[in-house]
């Protein structure tokens, strides 16, 4: 079965960047100590990685975040989508108006104009797609950022949410919840490793 599942990394203070992050600046100020578990060399981190990657069917993300993926910065043949797994699964971006061009033509990008909820089954989709080819469930994977794992949350729409805690106060930044619906999760696991405590919870429709 597809689940939809919001996946992203965090500080300790509650942000998903650091305060201003930009094209050039994708993460913001500090906020590189973020993903240092996604590259680093622990045998639990790496394990993660290629899992999530492995079981990515489809990957949902805003335009925010596609600007910064497809610029000069962005995604390469050695890092990319799982980091260094470099993963290629379908992605859908939220956006409101689709780009003019996209540098990282050699990936399956589809943009969708009419909100989250569409986006979101527009992945499911192709993920469902994918698992049928590949005979093995896949996930949709909802990356980021901030603004599109909330707005998914409060739609509803999310399964589960994965956090992966970075032991970094960034002070400022875009934090990930900025009001949003109440809700209590239930916490489904937790691994700690050497650079990051990930968590997982499943989210109650």
């Given at each position: 079965?597809t689940?939809?599942?919001?996946d992203i990394?965090?500080?300790l203070d509650?942000y998903v960047t650091?305060?201003?992050p930009?094209?050039?600046?994708?993460?913001?100020t500090?906020?590189?100590?973020?993903?240092?578990?996604?590259?680093?060399?622990?045998p639990?981190d790496r394990?993660?990685?290629?899992?999530?990657?492995?079981?990515?069917?489809?990957?949902?993300?805003?335009?925010?975040?596609?600007?910064?993926?497809?610029g000069?910065k962005?995604?390469?043949?050695e890092?990319?989508y799982?980091?260094?797994?470099v993963g290629?699964?379908?992605?859908v971006v939220?956006t409101?108006?689709?780009?003019?061009s996209?540098r990282?033509?050699?990936?399956?990008?589809?943009?969708?104009?009419?909100g989250?909820?569409?986006?979101?089954s527009?992945?499911?989709?192709?993920a469902e797609?994918a698992?049928?080819?590949s005979?093995?469930d896949?996930?949709?994977?909802v990356?980021?950022?901030g603004?599109t794992?909330?707005?998914?949350?409060?739609?509803?729409l999310?399964?589960?949410?994965?956090?992966?805690?970075?032991?970094?106060v960034?002070?400022a930044?875009t934090p990930l919840f900025s009001g949003?619906i109440?809700?209590t999760?239930?916490q489904?696991?937790v691994t700690?490793t050497?650079?990051?405590t990930?968590l997982?919870?499943d989210?109650?429709?």
């Amino acid at each position: 079965m597809t689940r939809i599942i919001a996946d992203i990394s965090i500080s300790l203070d509650g942000y998903v960047t650091g305060p201003d992050p930009g094209l050039d600046n994708g993460l913001g100020t500090g906020g590189e100590g973020l993903h240092t578990w996604a590259f680093s060399d622990d045998p639990e981190d790496r394990r993660i990685v290629r899992e999530s990657t492995e079981r990515s069917g489809a990957v949902v993300l805003g335009r925010r975040l596609f600007d910064i993926v497809d610029g000069p910065k962005g995604w390469n043949d050695e890092s990319g989508y799982g980091a260094g797994e470099v993963g290629k699964p379908a992605f859908v971006v939220v956006t409101s108006e689709p780009p003019a061009s996209v540098r990282t033509s050699d990936l399956d990008w589809t943009f969708v104009t009419t909100g989250v909820h569409d986006a979101v089954s527009a992945a499911r989709e192709r993920a469902e797609a994918a698992s049928a080819r590949s005979g093995k469930d896949l996930d949709v994977y909802v990356m980021g950022g901030g603004v599109t794992i909330s707005s998914a949350l409060d739609a509803g729409l999310v399964d589960a949410l994965t956090l992966h805690l970075a032991p970094v106060v960034l002070g400022a930044g875009t934090p990930l919840f900025s009001g949003g619906i109440p809700r209590t999760l239930t916490q489904r696991s937790v691994t700690r490793t050497t650079t990051a405590t990930h968590l997982t919870y499943d989210v109650p429709r």
